[in-house]
């Protein structure tokens, strides 16, 4: 590895990185990027080099060698780089400077190169009104066919981001296409708008770990978009202790016309944010998707503020969460767990939901359930494991845990659930359906049943005579307790 510093190859590294101005005068600025370019020209396999940037550098773009092998480190958030006014490009991408053109070209997905590292500096991405700033195309977020990110790494294998800052973008903050086995740690992301999401994947990508992160942004968090870039699969995910304010902490989207695609296991565990729209976006387009395309998302151990966490667009496969603490807040979306999303309206099949261990609390008197099903939408098998509603004052019990509307559930499994502060336990609109209720816990809810949900074996108290009950080979018997 060879180690060049800024200073030493000729940069002025005299800029303001909070306002790319000169940092002494105040006057203009110079501009680094063309020194930085041509030192790092030469990095490749036999020849890897990285950039220590030991001060704050206005750049016109960083455009650093296509096939890796090469890193920037930064002395902590106070060093880095500020994207000049009028650059009309990303702030740092491998290849040449027409390298992210187009931004979605499509499959077949290019070889890989790899090894690439960031850490320990900031990129101040000049957002403006596209007048000014980054973009002066008219559009904030670049031309109207070409967005400007602040860091755009495509065609990788092996990167790593450690304590980048980046801020004030004008389109998404990290955007990375047909990559794999990245690690993103200590990362803060603080931008906003509408376009201004934080880590942004293109299909395919596999191999991802985020972990200990800070997100401000005004659109998805971190997506997982399989169609766009080059468009694949999107595999192997984890995402550990971040903490989010943000549209969305997570699109997980995979139909769009395209080739069936996927996105699959997901794992997001000691997180906790607050969301304007939903926690998880499953889906982006009301344009229809296979069976089970986004399967095997787990959250575990996370504090939610949001109006919704799951709004579905998308059918789904196994969705599980453990430990979760959700607190509902008044939106654009239904106040549940899981429901239909109001954007694109579209007819979901879910194969199955599980929740253990769950609690909903309440910190107003808003109405909400556990899950909510729009017209026509489906799962095959949901399943309480220990779920409670809790408020934080005196209000009026939630009206039921499950809304099925027009929809219908397989099979619903009660094994521990909480009965106080919800009145029943489903409303269903005429045509709905629910083909049986079983479970260790449905008799302790003190809610009644139909007995023509009920399975076989299940004790539960009967609408029909009030009385503990069981059925019996389809007959319904008299239930004492052992």
Known sequence: MTYIRASEIGCALDCNLENGRHKYTGGVATDDGPRINAAMAAASANHPITLIIDGS????????????????AGLGCGTGFFVKE???NDGIHNGLPNANVPSDPGPP???????????NFTLNGNQGNGLNGDSTSKVRQGSANLW??????MNLDNISLNNVVVVNTPAYQIRLSNV?????????MRSFGVNTDGLHFDGPANDITISGCDFTTGDDAIAFNAPEGYSGNISRVAVTDCTFN????????????SPQLSVDTVSVSNCKGTFSEAVFNIGFQASGSYPNPVTGLTVSNCILTAPVVFAVTENFGSIQLNNVTYIPIKGDQP?????????????????????????????????VAAVILGDGSAIDNLSFNGFALQDGGSYSPALALINVGLGSIGQLVLNSVNGE?????????????????????VLATGWKFADSMMANGVPYLSANSNQPSIKVEDVVEPYSAP
Do not use: Q
């Open 109 to 119: 997905a290019p070889a890989r190169g790899m090894n690439v590292s960031l850490s």
């Open 246 to 257: 943000s549209f969305s902490m997570m699109r997980l989207y995979t139909a769009n016309g």
């Open 180 to 188: 794999g086995h990245v690690t993103a740690t200590g990362c803060v």
């Open 86 to 88: 009028g650059t009309n």
């Open 335 to 367: 106040c549940a767990i899981l429901a239909p999303s109001l954007f694109y309206r579209a007819k979901i099949h879910g194969l199955s939901l599980t929740l253990n261990n769950c609690v909903i609390y309440r910190l107003s008197g808003i109405e």
């Open 148 to 153: 400007y990110f602040g860091i755009n790494l």
């Open 421 to 441: 502060n919800i009145e029943v336990p489903i409303v269903m609109d005429r045509f709905a359906s629910v083909g049986s209720i079983s479970g260790s816990g």
């Open 57 to 72: 550098a206005l750049i016109s773009g960083l455009f650093l060698p296509a096939g890796g092998y090469w890193g920037i």
